[in-house]
């Protein structure tokens, strides 16, 4: 008997790993957004975990589950877009580093949910597709504002209009991919990376990645007070003054 659909939670070391379980296109049914909705805050308050890696056995994912969609009325398929959103809102608002891994296809929801993390490592036959407007609809859980931000507002506009698959080279090219892996290396890549994040200081990680994330929703002069009210919060930290103090011991 076939498992049930799911995002299962993994550990290695200090890094967490959210796998998209549902082959053989690993579709986002409503349960897994609502797994990814419990799982998020949980990794937050896990002092354990410094890092998070987003992937998938085979293809990353072709986005929600079509068929469970059309079969919700307009108010109950309204209430799970807010959902979704907020699930990956808190995804992207995570202070712990983000990395997804792709390989093969990221369609829909499923290019929705990488562009939602920090960085993003794709395979050679990674694609990377929004076509929600061939059937009439759209973006739904924070992808136009993510894809205008990652690649500027003329080529989110082609991508979008033309339900355009960008794939791995490409998507390197305009910034919606950071690295590139060979073929069977990519979980192995982000994994390497999301594991030297996670053996820096949490705290200055943590202040760092509050720094991006919520600088992004102000203005440019007002991400320097924010920048400078986070550092200096850092002096304050168990892990600055025990660095600082190893740092001034060391012979000029």
């Keep these: 008997m076939p498992s049930p659909p799911r995002i299962r939670l993994d550990r290695k ?3 967490a790993i959210l796998w998209i379980e549902n082959p053989p296109r690993n579709s986002l049914r409503l ?3 609502a797994e990814l909705t419990d799982h998020v805050p ?3 308050k896990d002092e354990a975990v410094g890092a998070v890696v987003v992937t998938a056995a085979g293809p990353f994912s072709s986005g929600l589950d079509m068929e469970e969609w059309a079969g919700l009325a307009p108010k109950v398929a309204q209430e799970w877009v807010t959902r979704g959103q907020d699930a990956f809102w808190a995804l992207e608002h995570l202070t712990k580093p983000t990395v997804a891994a792709v390989a093969g296809p990221a369609r829909g929801a499923g290019a929705e949910l990488a562009f939602a993390c920090d960085l993003r490592i794709a395979d050679e036959a990674a694609v990377f597709s929004l076509p929600e ?3 009439g609809w759209m973006p739904s859980h924070g992808g136009t504002a993510r894809l205008a931000k990652l690649v500027g507002r003329s080529r989110a506009l082609e991508i979008l209009l033309g339900a355009k698959e960008v794939r791995s080279l490409d998507a390197l090219r305009l910034g919606l991919v950071d690295h590139l892996s060979s073929p069977g290396q990519v979980l192995e890549q982000a994994m390497g990376l999301a594991d030297i994040f996670a053996q820096k200081p949490r705290a200055a990680v943590k202040a760092i990645k509050r720094t991006l994330v919520e600088g992004d929703e102000k203005p440019y002069r007002n991400r320097f007070l924010l920048e400078s009210q986070h550092a200096v919060q850092l002096l304050w ?3 600055y003054k025990e660095r600082m103090g190893k740092f001034r011991k060391k012979p000029s």
Excluded: A, F, K, Q
Aim: avoid cysteine.
């Design 133 to 135: 407007v061939d059937v």
């Design 237 to 239: 930290t168990e892990g």
């Design 31 to 33: 349960s897994m957004i």
């Design 42 to 44: 949980n990794l937050e």
């Design 13 to 15: 070391g200090g890094v």
